[in-house]
């Protein structure tokens, strides 16, 4: 059994009703400085290289300001995969902050993205290689791991919501209720996802509408804002994710979940 975090509650955010845009009306998170010393860290040589390549598509210094992450902060990364976001995490919460990297058992075999190795082995050589002493493995679903409720301060929920609501909308509504339950009063949940049309066959493309993702997070009793920072108008909504013409290079949404006080 897991040891119980400490919680470090957030300021609280203004109150807004539905989805507000975000046109640069929030203050950010972080100082410019920070985001400065950020920006180096993702630098490092110990960082993968197909990380590297990553990063102008995801714009993770930029989501995590847009998000609210900051130092000293309790964060699970959802699905962490081969742990892009958990490198990432590790270096903004610093060592005062704590990373819970989530995956299952069958995720950890899968092959990483453009790579001949697994995600476990993938996550395993990032917490060595970038010395990530703050992180923390959990191997089990999301909606039976061994977390307190309001014990954590924050989550991300990156490229892999779409997976859940195509097989089963009503799962994809269990997995947000139970990250609802484990964040603190006032916590947030990041998500991006690839944008699908409601028109098209979004389980074959790997992509899901935004509106849709907007009304599970209300359901499950989240106050919701978006940005346009991921937004791709030149994407081909209908071709999958994994098409070598789009270079990965897809239109994605970026909402902010907050877990009213």
Request: hydrophobic content about 40%; proline content about 5%.
């Amino acid at each position: 059994m897991m040891s119980v975090f400490r919680l470090r509650y957030l300021l609280v955010w203004p109150v807004m009703s539905s989805v507000a845009l975000s046109l640069g009306s929030w203050l950010p998170a972080v100082s410019a400085q920070d985001g400065l010393s950020l920006r180096r860290a993702l630098a490092d040589p110990s960082r993968a290289v197909t990380d590297f390549a990553r990063d102008d598509i995801r714009k993770p210094v930029e989501v995590l300001e847009f998000l609210g992450i900051r130092s000293g902060m309790t964060v699970m990364d959802v699905y962490a995969a081969g742990g892009y976001y958990t490198f990432i995490l590790s270096k903004a919460l610093g060592p005062e902050g704590a990373v819970l990297a989530q995956n299952t058992e069958r995720g950890l075999r899968f092959k990483e993205d453009r790579q001949e190795i697994t995600q476990g082995e993938a996550l395993k050589s990032k917490i060595l290689e970038g010395n990530l002493t703050n992180v923390t493995q959990l191997i089990g679903n999301v909606t039976a791991l061994d977390l307190s409720e309001d014990s954590l301060d924050a989550a991300l929920l990156m490229l892999s919501l779409h997976d859940s609501y195509n097989n089963s909308p009503e799962r994809a509504l269990e997995l947000l209720r139970s990250l609802y339950s484990y964040l603190a009063p006032g916590g947030i949940l990041g998500i991006s996802d690839h944008v699908g049309l409601p028109e098209n066959n979004n389980r074959d493309l790997h992509r899901m509408p935004v509106q849709r993702a907007i009304e599970l997070a209300e359901q499950a009793g989240f106050m919701v804002h978006q940005s346009r920072l991921l937004e791709n108008p030149e994407d081909d909504h209908s071709r999958s994710v994994f098409d070598p013409r789009l270079a990965r290079h897809t239109d994605r949404f970026l909402l902010k979940l907050i877990k009213p006080d």
